[in-house]
């Protein structure tokens, strides 16, 4: 008799107690948005997305403090088509668990986080550093689903890319500039042009 092995067709996944519904809309930049730069307040963070699976190790660091928040995450969108629902499990870790699971193969995304509030809405505002730098994204949340249905595209905002998978996390990690570069090409969202470009 052979061995039981554990695969995706046989493995049963309950609903987490501890799962939240997470509404956002995901925007695309051309820069920061006016009224915030480069060296106002802002989180240093690290994405680790754990190869082939829905998990993220990530890193939060706060230059003023030199203080650490670690976040164990698994985050998906039940429905493939609407990713601006997504469900969302965080566990927070202490150094020694960070480090325990730094060891599994991951893509890294790191990024600089400032925080801007327009029209009494709070958004997070991405400035990607290393092979995405030059990638600015806008992400706002929502606490149910007729604001998040009817919300407009801001106007510091190129376009919404919220359903445009290749701007998750995930697939982001995976990816350069140039590979982003392509998309916007391919979904004509290069209609604004940096200064001197033309």
């Given at each position: 008799m052979g061995v039981a092995r554990l695969?995706?067709?046989?493995?049963?996944?309950?609903?987490?107690?501890?799962?939240?519904?997470?509404?956002?809309?995901?925007?695309?930049?051309?820069?920061?948005?006016?009224?915030?730069?480069?060296?106002?307040?802002?989180?240093?963070?690290?994405?680790?997305?754990?190869?082939?699976?829905?998990?993220?190790?990530?890193?939060?660091?706060?230059?003023?403090?030199?203080?650490w928040v670690v976040k164990f995450t698994q985050k998906f969108?039940?429905?493939?088509?609407?990713?601006?629902?997504?469900?969302?499990?965080?566990?927070?870790?202490?150094?020694?668990?960070?480090?325990?699971?730094?060891?599994?193969?991951?893509?890294?995304?790191?990024?600089?986080?400032?925080?801007?509030?327009?029209?009494?809405?709070?958004?997070?505002v991405d400035m990607f550093l290393g092979d995405l730098f030059g990638l600015v994204l806008a992400e706002v949340s929502f606490d149910n689903d007729d604001e998040l249905d009817n919300f407009p595209l801001p106007p510091f905002a190129v376009a919404d890319v919220t359903n445009n998978e290749i701007f998750t996390g995930g697939r982001l990690s995976q990816l350069s500039l140039a590979d982003i570069k392509d998309e916007l090409v391919r979904n004509g969202l290069t209609k604004t042009k940096s200064a001197g470009s033309e």
């Open positions: 695969t995706d067709r046989n493995t049963i996944v309950p609903e987490s107690k501890y799962a939240r519904v997470e509404r956002e809309r995901r925007y695309l930049l051309q820069d920061l948005p006016e009224g915030l730069s480069r060296a106002d307040h802002h989180l240093q963070i690290t994405d680790n997305y754990l190869t082939g699976t829905r998990l993220r190790l990530r890193k939060v660091r706060d230059p003023r403090t030199n203080k969108a039940p429905n493939p088509n609407d990713l601006s629902r997504t469900t969302i499990t965080n566990t927070y870790l202490n150094a020694t668990e960070a480090e325990t699971l730094a060891i599994f193969e991951a893509n890294e995304i790191r990024k600089n986080r400032y925080h801007f509030e327009f029209e009494g809405r709070q958004f997070s």
